[in-house]
């Protein structure tokens, strides 16, 4: 099937530094990617949608100026997480959709995922 | 918006028994449910999926049945392994939001040898 790439897979910063997450769509386009915050034994929360070529659709909560998305191209997306703090830490995890929506063919892949740690 | 839940929280099985997990959803237009596998420190793998133009989808050991008119849906494993251990989640989405999922709160399989 499908594969979404996401890198790195483990980060340790310190409070205050920026950390950017990628995330490519390795064999097919994808227009649309999103980007989920899991804590430990929870489920995946939606954290915004990254549409290339403009600006990203953020959730309620979610800080834009804090979580920085750029998707500028059909493969990759980017997560930055902006000076980081302890509280930053989570499991970030991306996705793309492969076709078009509503399409019969459109299925969500998952990347494995980024374990952010911030000292 | 839409709010899935999910239940049970935990389930512990011995191995060849089945196991089941049951979704519930809000949104009476939400028409696709997927369910994904997630094993420890990794993210999520597509199991199953259905849409709601269909009752029942299976796959080897794995089935998914749907209920439209009640607005839930269920995972079913026969024949349990170990390896079937695992954190399953299941979400609903409107395929025409370019998959935008809501995800349950997650169940944990334990699969007992």
């Known amino acids: 099937g499908a594969v979404v790439s996401q890198h790195p897979s483990w980060v340790i910063c310190k409070s205050g530094t920026s950390v950017k997450i990628e995330c490519r769509s390795l064999d097919f386009q994808a227009t649309t990617m999103f980007w989920y915050r899991q804590f430990p034994k929870q489920s995946l929360m939606l954290m915004a949608t990254?549409?290339?070529?403009?600006?990203?659709?953020?959730e309620q909560g979610v800080e834009k100026d804090k979580f920085l998305i750029n998707h500028a191209s059909l493969t990759l997306s980017t997560l930055t997480v902006t000076s980081a703090h302890p509280e930053d830490s989570s499991f970030y995890i991306c996705?793309?959709?492969?076709?078009?929506?509503?399409?019969?063919?459109?299925?969500?892949?998952f990347g494995a995922g980024t374990r952010l740690s911030v000292l | 918006g839409e709010n899935v839940e999910q239940h049970p929280s935990t389930l512990s099985v011995q191995e060849g028994d089945s196991a089941v997990i049951k979704c519930t959803y809000s949104d009476s237009a939400s028409n696709y449910f997927p369910w994904y596998k997630q094993e420890l420190g990794k993210g999520p793998q597509l199991i199953i999926d259905?849409?709601?133009?269909?009752g029942e989808k299976k796959d080897q050991r794995i089935a998914v049945t749907l209920n439209k008119t009640a607005k839930h849906f269920s995972l079913h494993i026969t024949e349990t392994q170990p390896e079937d251990s695992a954190v399953y989640f299941c979400a609903a989405s409107k395929r025409d939001n370019f998959n935008k999922f809501y995800f349950g709160s997650g169940t944990k399989l334990n699969v007992k040898p």
């Open positions: 990254s549409n290339e070529g403009s600006k990203a659709t953020y």
């Open positions: 259905i849409r709601s133009n269909v």
């Open positions: 996705s793309a959709p492969t076709g078009l929506a509503g399409g019969a063919k459109n299925i969500q892949y």
